[in-house]
């Protein structure tokens, strides 16, 4: 033993000099040996490769001596598997997993390099899940009835905004999000064109809402180790989320102030225009307005409405709101000059930026426009 740990002392001054990339510690005349293994998802946190169990992104491995001096790191390659070579024959401390999951063998073992090298140094690790069920909110009340049947679409999908994550469907709809790191998340479910999601909360079963806002995106929820698993923080975590079939029918309409088919250069006209929403599902509304040449903006009164600029672009852009809002009325002003004789003009409108437009035949407006010098 005394021999062994005087190698050590003189190790411990050559390998801080001479560890290498790609978790290799090459020291000259020495006999050297490798440490091998996996470092894989155990899922079922059984301690063994099994069906269900999976591949670790960004697992790692450390090697300490048993004082606890750190000698080299690596990390796993795709496959989970590591290898370590040009150790020095000597004892060895091997912690392995993935930062944010939780160990399900030991996370560090002790081994013994010699020449031939140690394998099966092998790490378990696991990351937490949330569960739920998808569903088409047939009657879009918001709450799961027993008709209603599960949703399962490509398109339809609950994910962390925060991680690479895994998920898997049943043909009810239910579902689980796994491999979860500790730490924050908050979990999405993306937007679907003709599918909108449920209102939130409705009803007073909570198993039988959706825990979605309308806008698809859940709490925050927090999850830490605990022992060999990753949980959420106040208990197991349900999010269901309902989709129904969302429509909006939307109309546009222009009134002028005045006839707009015998003006003439330096006339003003003030153009009032109207866009009704209705519909089932909150929803982005949009509208844009092409004035014909020679009828010139003076000015846009928006009522709530922003203002969208693409440099010189002289199309007029009005959006509602860069978030989905309940389906909306409202009312806009354009001030316009006759700058140059118009031919034959239409002012031109037409409602975008929906998702559930349903009718685009309606939502185009013209008022025709003509003017003399
Ligand atoms: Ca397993
Ligand atoms: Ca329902």
């Not at 000698?71 to 024959?89: C, F, H, K, M, N």
């Not at 013994?112 to 790490?123: L, M, R, Y």
């Not at 092409?290 to 009828?295: F, R, S, T």
């Amino acid at each position: 033993m005394s021999s062994t740990r005087a190698r050590w002392a003189g190790i411990a001054a050559i390998t801080a000099v001479c560890a290498v990339a790609g978790g290799g510690v090459a020291v000259a005349d020495e006999a050297t040996g490798s440490i091998s293994g996996l470092v894989w998802n155990d899922r079922d946190a059984d301690g063994a490769v099994g069906e269900g169990d999976g591949v670790l992104w960004d697992a790692y491995v450390e090697v300490h001596r048993p004082n606890g001096d750190w000698v080299t790191w690596q990390r796993a390659s795709y496959d989970g598997t590591y290898t370590i070579s040009g150790l020095p024959e000597g004892d060895y401390l091997v912690t392995g997993g993935k930062y944010g999951f939780a160990s399900t063998t030991r996370s560090v073992q002790r081994v013994v390099v010699t020449s031939e090298g140690v394998s099966g140094v092998d790490f378990g690790a696991r990351g937490g899940q949330i569960t739920g069920r998808i569903w088409h909110d047939v009657n879009e009340d918001g709450v799961r009835q027993d008709d209603e049947p599960g949703l399962v679409d490509a398109l339809t999908y609950v994910a962390s905004l925060h991680s690479q994550e895994s998920w898997r469907q049943e043909a009810d709809g239910t579902y689980v999000v796994y491999d979860l790191e500790a730490g924050s998340h908050v979990f999405s479910t993306p937007s679907r064109s003709t599918l909108a999601r449920s209102p939130k909360g409705a009803g007073d079963d909570p198993e039988r809402d959706s825990d979605f806002e309308r806008t698809g995106v859940s709490e925050t929820v927090e999850f830490r180790v605990v022992g060999d698993q990753v949980l959420p923080v106040g208990g197991p975590v349900v999010l269901d989320v309902g989709y129904y079939v969302g429509v909006t029918h939307g109309a546009l309409t222009f009134t002028a102030d005045r006839d707009t088919t015998d003006l003439e250069v330096g006339d003003t006209v003030v153009l009032t225009a109207t866009a009704a929403y209705t519909g089932n599902a909150i929803d982005t509304y949009g509208v844009s307005i092409d004035l014909p040449q020679g009828l010139t903006e003076v000015s846009v009164t928006q009522d709530g409405w922003l203002r969208e600029t693409y440099g010189g672009d002289p199309h007029i852009f009005l959006r509602r709101s860069w978030d989905a809002l309940e389906p909306v009325t409202s009312t806009f002003t354009i001030t316009a000059r006759v700058t140059a004789p118009i031919t034959s003009g239409l002012v031109t409108g037409k409602l975008n930026n929906s998702s559930y437009l349903a009718d685009w035949d309606l939502i185009r407006a013209s008022l025709p426009v003509s003017a003399t010098s």
